[in-house]
């Protein structure tokens, strides 16, 4: 059952979506050579604090960290450690803030320093498909009208989409209905309404699709060892189309 927030709901929404936008901001400017993931971690979990929230990944299901911070070709569910950053390097940040009562989850890829053109394509690839996906969160529209618009722009470049990897549906917890892939043809799956609230991510590598978890059970790598990126907004259906409620993408040129 997909649960839809009333407009004052998603105004509530929206303040723990600012925290988090403001808590990956920050992290951006820290993300550089030499910095441990651990350091980010610590920098996510004082800032969030200092806002009256809580980092909603602390302690879910026993994850360690305040955010999950993903190198190179790890996907997602990094747990922040003593792995330093090294130009080259490519960072995947998740974040989640409850606030409020409410969760709001988003996450981006950053380059550290130079990156090749491959690596550039990869990020900018998954990036465009994050806002095509958004601009199909509308009232009226499917499900895997979403999907499908990962899936067109990702396949377009060459690139591949993680299909067991997927987003969902968001509000007073963390992981609600519905599960949101990021492929599948379009006009499929539950019609959008107003007050539904989504976590649309695209998970995608610049090799094989095929991925394994790592020792630690949580760490999700590429199996061919190839680089990964990971966007990620929490998005709101309205009566006037898509509100993203995390715009970690305001203020730099983005569209969306």
């Known amino acids: ?3 839809t927030k009333t407009t004052e709901q998603i105004k509530e929404m929206a ?3 600012a925290i988090q936008a403001r ?3 920050m992290l951006r400017t820290k993300a550089r050579p030499g910095v441990t993931t651990a350091e980010l971690d610590e920098a996510a979990e004082k800032f969030i604090a200092s806002q009256g929230a809580r980092a909603a990944f602390k302690g879910y299901r026993g994850f360690p960290g305040s955010i999950c911070a993903s190198p190179n070709s790890m996907v997602v569910h990094g747990i922040p450690g003593p792995y330093k ?3 080259g390097d490519i960072i995947s940040l998740d974040v989640g803030v409850v606030y409020g009562g409410w969760v709001a989850d988003a996450a981006m890829t950053l380059p550290i320093g130079e990156i090749n053109s491959e690596t550039e394509k990869l990020i900018d690839t998954t990036r465009a498909s994050l806002f095509d996906a958004t601009e199909q969160v509308r009232a009226g529209n499917r499900l895997s009208d979403i999907s499908n618009a990962v899936q067109r722009r990702v396949e377009s470049e060459g690139l591949s989409v993680i299909r067991s990897l997927v987003g969902h ?3 007073r917890d963390m992981h609600e209905d519905p599960q949101i892939p990021n492929y599948g043809e379009p006009g499929r799956g539950p019609v959008l309404e107003p007050g539904m609230v989504l976590a649309i991510e695209p998970m995608v590598t610049a090799g094989s ?3 394994r978890v790592g020792d630690d059970n949580w760490a999700v790598y590429s199996q061919d060892g190839s680089q990964a990126a990971h966007f990620e907004f929490t998005v709101a259906v309205t009566e006037n189309g898509p509100r993203v409620l995390t715009p970690w ?3 730099d040129g983005q569209p969306g």
Request: aromatic letters at 0%; a negative charge; glycine letters at 14%.
């Open 1 to 3: 059952m997909i649960l």
């Open 15 to 17: 303040a723990a979506g």
């Open 23 to 25: 808590c990956l901001k």
């Open 85 to 87: 950053l090294q130009a």
């Open 169 to 171: 549906g968001i509000g």
């Open 209 to 211: 699709p095929q991925v």
């Open 249 to 251: 993408h305001e203020d």
